[in-house]
Antibody, heavy 128, light 108 residues
Framework: EVQLVESGGGLVKPGGSLRLSCAAS????????MNWVRQAPGKGLEWVSS????????YYADSVKGRFTISRDNAKNSLYLQMNSLRAEDTAVYYC?????????????????????WGKGTTVTVSS | DIQMTQSPSSLSASVGDRVTITCRAS??????LNWYQQKPGKAPKLLIY???SLQSGVPSRFSGSGSGTDFTLTISSLQPEDFATYYC??????????FGQGTKLEIK
């Protein structure tokens, strides 16, 4: 069964740090780009960060750039999010999600990307 | 950054109704548009990718259309299990994915 399981969430004080993990199983983890997406209480979905299959390409939302670091260990089938300088507005459920691709109609080298497998999420609360 | 705007933000409908949700991008995104369904306390679920391709296992009452800046998600005949929040998401800019603000579909 294809599965993603997040862990590492918890209560942390403003300015503190936390490291989230996402364990993948049931698919060839090293072949897929991965994402972190978060959802603040009562709010919509916010993409946080992406990492390519070999870690060559890494992207962040402006809201977390310089504070969060995404990484992966393909040998351990694991994705990570190191979160530093945490703020109250980082309080959210954090999901890891797999990025799948299919060739696009416009020709060679073009691909459609979509997040087709999601974990159940881990909750991060930043409060004093 | 590409902004995604959904309308309406909320919608009341009855079982059996045909429902349409709209998503507009701030610039052309070709067909790089995905739709997700989220139920309370659950992770999002992919429904439609590449604007109109139905994800495996998703009922055929769900369909997507559009290209460029304007997209729609249509549910042809609402079922009780369809009451949820729906999000569009652009994948045109792989450096920064963005979601719409969501459309909450409620029972009338």
């Amino acid at each position: 069964e294809v599965q993603l399981v997040e862990s590492g969430g918890g209560l942390v004080k403003p300015g503190g740090s936390l490291r989230l993990s996402c364990a993948a199983s049931g698919f060839t983890f090293s072949s897929y780009s991965m994402n972190w997406v978060r959802q603040a209480p009562g709010k919509g979905l916010e993409w946080v960060s992406s990492i390519s299959s070999s870690s060559s390409y890494i992207y962040y939302a402006d809201s977390v750039k310089g504070r969060f670091t995404i990484s992966r260990d393909n040998a351990k089938n694991s994705l990570y999010l190191q979160m530093n300088s945490l703020r109250a507005e980082d309080t959210a459920v954090y999901y890891c999600a797999r990025d799948s691709v299919v060739p696009a109609a416009m020709g060679e080298g073009y691909y459609y990307y979509y997040m087709d497998v999601w974990g159940k999420g881990t909750t991060v609360t930043v409060s004093s | 950054d590409i902004q995604m705007t959904q309308s309406p933000s909320s919608l009341s409908a009855s079982v059996g109704d045909r429902v349409t949700i709209t998503c507009r991008a701030s610039q052309s995104i070709s067909s790089y548009l995905n739709w997700y369904q989220q139920k309370p306390g659950k992770a999002p679920k992919l429904l439609i990718y590449a604007a109109s391709s139905l994800q495996s296992g998703v009922p055929s009452r769900f369909s997507g259309s559009g290209s460029g800046t304007d997209f729609t998600l249509t549910i042809s005949s609402l079922q009780p299990e369809d009451f949820a929040t729906y999000y569009c998401q652009q994948s045109y800019s792989t450096r920064m994915y963005t979601f719409g603000q969501g459309t909450k579909l409620e029972i009338k």
